[in-house]
Every structure is written in C-alpha cells, then in structure tokens.
C-alpha cells in the first residue's frame, strides 16, 4: 500500500494530547456530510414539486398544439390522419377554444370554452382528474328539466372545473347557459349568442388556472355556437416522449405544412418552467454553500495538523520522501474526510428522500395544490452532488498539502 495513504489514515486517528484536532476533523466531516444531505433533500423536493406540475399542466395542455396564423384551420379530413402517421406521435386530435360567460340561475363568470372530440382523452387527462361525472357523457343529449319548466328538454353536455362548479353554484346535472362576448347581428339588431348545456361532469387538477376557467364542450357543439362550420381552432398531438416534443415538433411541420404553426409544451409555458429552474440552480449555489463552509473546515483541520507533525515530516523527508509524497499524505487526509462526510451525507438523503416518499409530509390544501411534499429521486442529482462535494474537498485540501510538502527537514531539525 502507498506509504501517503497509510500514513494519512494514521493521521485520522488521534493521540491524546491531539484529541481536539480529531474533534474539528470530526465537526468537517458532519458538516460536509449535512451539507450534502441538506442539498439532496432539496434538489429531491423541487424536482418532486416541478415534475408534478408538470403532470398537472399537462393533463390540460396537449404536448404539443397545431394552429394558423388566420386563427382558424379550414376543414381538411385528411390532416389529422397525417399528423397521427408522423413517428413518436401518440394521438392527435381537433379543437375548438374561445372565451365565454357561463350563467347559473344565480352567478356569472367568465370561462374559455374548449370544444372537443371523443379522441381527446386520448390526447389530454381530463378523466384522470375527474371528481364527478365522466368524458364520455359528452357525446350524448341529456333530458333536464330547465327553471321548472313543465316538460323536459335535451341539452348538450359540458365539463367544467371545481372552482368553477362552486362560483356558479351548480353540480352535475345541472344547466348552464353559455354566452358568447361577440353578440350575433339580425334584423332587429345585435342579439346575444346563448346556449344551454348541462354539467356532466366535474374536474380538479388544483391548479386554479384550470379548475376556474375551463370548461369542454362537444366539438360540434362548439363550432356551431362560434359559427366556424367546419373549420376548428387547432389540433392538439400528444406525443410518446414528452421530452422530445421539440424533436417531434420539428417532424409534425412539414408534415402540417407552412401555413401552420407547431408549438411544443415548453414553449407554451417556457416561462413557468424557466423560472422553476432558474430557481431550483439559485437553491443548488446557496446550498452548496454549507459544503464550502465544511471544506474550510476541512482546511484548518490540515493547517493544524500540518503544524503538529512538523517533526514527522522532517523524518520523513530526511529519510527520503519527496515533497510531492508528504502533500500526498495530507491530500489523502483531505479526500478521506470528504469521502466519509459526502457518502454519508448522501445515504442520509437518500434515506429521508425515501422516507419522506413513503410517509409523507401533510401540506395545507388551501394553500397548495398537493396534499403532501412531493420527492422525486434524480440518481444524477444525487452523483452530481457527490461529484463536486468531493470536489472541494480535496480542492481545499491542496493549500495545507503544498504547505507541508515546502517545510524543510533541516530547519525543524535544527530549531526543535
């Protein structure tokens, strides 16, 4: 075995009357070995919270959304179809958006209705995060009973948010009316365009966003209420790789053609996950910073026993080491401490990650979306930690090392 090495392990282990740099070596050892577990556990909870967003956004949001300048798509039967052929393209699917007020007997409030078909489960979750009702439903005419009116009529079906459910007093089976903001032009004038449905169903993702303006609505429902015919307002693709929806995107193009835009996800929210990002490096620089902290540690710790083996290292050199096999000795030191700290401190993490998955940490509803925090376990977060720990500790070990390796055998000798 390297006599460095050796003699670095030997150092790790305390005499008496050098109980107290043992001590500090001790107290840089925890401090790594928390500074990495506290960073894991970080990086384990953002990922955990970003990743869910995600989920969430994209249960409401295709991967990616085919759409024309002219704000429509004229009708083309075999578009579809050929986005569908593409590679890596799951479903596809037309819709239908605009903006519109929903009535109750009782409240008002604004919504963006979305018109689609039967393959858009397919395309979106909405089922997934349904509380009440089903999809389904909105293929079919249902028989309600509408302000007590002696007989029954057949309304059409809709699907709209919790939140929404709640501001507009109304549960399933009960009707609603639809108004669009541009009013329809007759001979007596501007009338309103208004249309009854009925709820049959009801979803939360608890994202306000969704839960309090959204509502789905049949697709030829919608193209009739906003007078378009045939014509859609896009087409919604889901994809079987949504990180390589901008890959796929590049495919879809030529396939839809010029006059048609291809939107990924990303793109459509790249400034919500460009900011969680931004945010989750600030917390991996800050926290990083215990690490610094507990390599200075590590530091004085080598400086100190530098000082005390003066003599040691006189021997050594006298009987013939280099300077490059002494720094060695105390670069070992070094590297062992960050070794024991940063490989505890990340089965620490892993552990609490573990647990924290499994058990749980109970989160207010009314102020977060998730019930519990969320972990998700990244083995490359966890090796990237680990990588640039070990890092600075053999980094801040180098200027004790070359300071023991300069000390001359001749001068200790000769002055103790």
Not at 98 to 113: I, R, T
Request: a neutral charge; aromatic letters at 6%.
């Amino acid at each position: 075995m390297n006599y460095s090495l050796v003699i670095g392990l030997r150092y790790l282990r305390s005499k008496r009357r050098e109980a107290f740099v043992s001590l500090i070596t001790l107290i840089a050892t925890l401090g790594v070995g928390l500074g990495v577990m506290t960073l894991d556990v970080v990086l384990s909870v953002m990922s955990g919270f970003e990743e869910d967003l995600r989920d969430r956004i994209l249960g409401f949001t295709p991967h990616l959304v085919i759409s024309s300048e002219a704000g429509v798509i004229a009708r083309d039967p075999g578009l579809v179809e050929r986005v569908r052929a593409v590679p890596g393209v799951l479903a596809a699917a037309p819709f239908v958006s605009g903006q519109v007020m929903l009535s109750s007997a009782d409240e008002v409030a604004g919504a963006l209705l979305r018109g689609v078909t039967g393959d858009t489960d397919a395309v979106l979750d909405v089922s997934a995060h349904l509380v009440d009702g089903s999809m389904t439903a909105l293929a079919e005419r249902h028989e309600v009973r509408v302000d007590d009116a002696p007989r029954t009529v057949e309304l059409a079906g809709i699907v709209i948010g919790r939140q929404l459910a709640r501001r507009l007093a109304v549960r399933t089976g009960d009707a609603l009316t639809v108004v669009a903001p541009q009013p329809m032009l007759t001979a007596i004038g501007p009338v309103p365009r208004v249309k009854r449905f009925v709820v049959v169903g009801i979803f939360e993702s608890g994202m306000s966003e969704f839960d309090g303006a959204l509502a789905f609505v049949p697709l030829a429902e919608a193209q009739r209420f906003f007078r378009l015919g045939a014509d859609v307002s896009g087409i919604e693709v889901r994809v079987d790789d949504i990180d390589r929806a901008a890959a796929i995107a590049a495919r879809v193009a030529p396939v839809a053609g010029i006059s048609y835009r291809v939107r990924d996800w990303m793109q459509t929210n790249q400034t919500l996950f460009s900011a969680l990002q931004l945010e989750k490096t600030v917390y991996f620089v800050v926290l990083l910073l215990i690490v610094l902290v507990a390599a200075f540690n590590i530091v004085a710790t080598l400086v100190m026993v530098v000082m005390e083996k003066r003599k040691d290292i006189a021997v050594l050199k006298a009987l013939g080491a280099t300077g490059g096999g002494v720094a060695a000795i105390f670069l070992w030191k070094g590297l062992v401490i960050g070794a024991v700290g940063t490989l505890g401190g990340t089965a620490a993490g892993l552990g609490l990650c573990a647990a924290l998955q499994r058990f749980g940490i109970p989160l207010p509803p009314d102020v977060f979306y998730v019930s519990t925090v969320p972990v998700q376990i990244h083995g490359e977060h966890f090796l990237a930690v680990l990588l640039v720990s070990l890092a600075m500790c053999v980094a801040a070990s180098v200027y004790p090392a070359r300071q023991a390796a300069r000390l001359a055998p001749v001068d200790i000798i000769r002055y103790e």
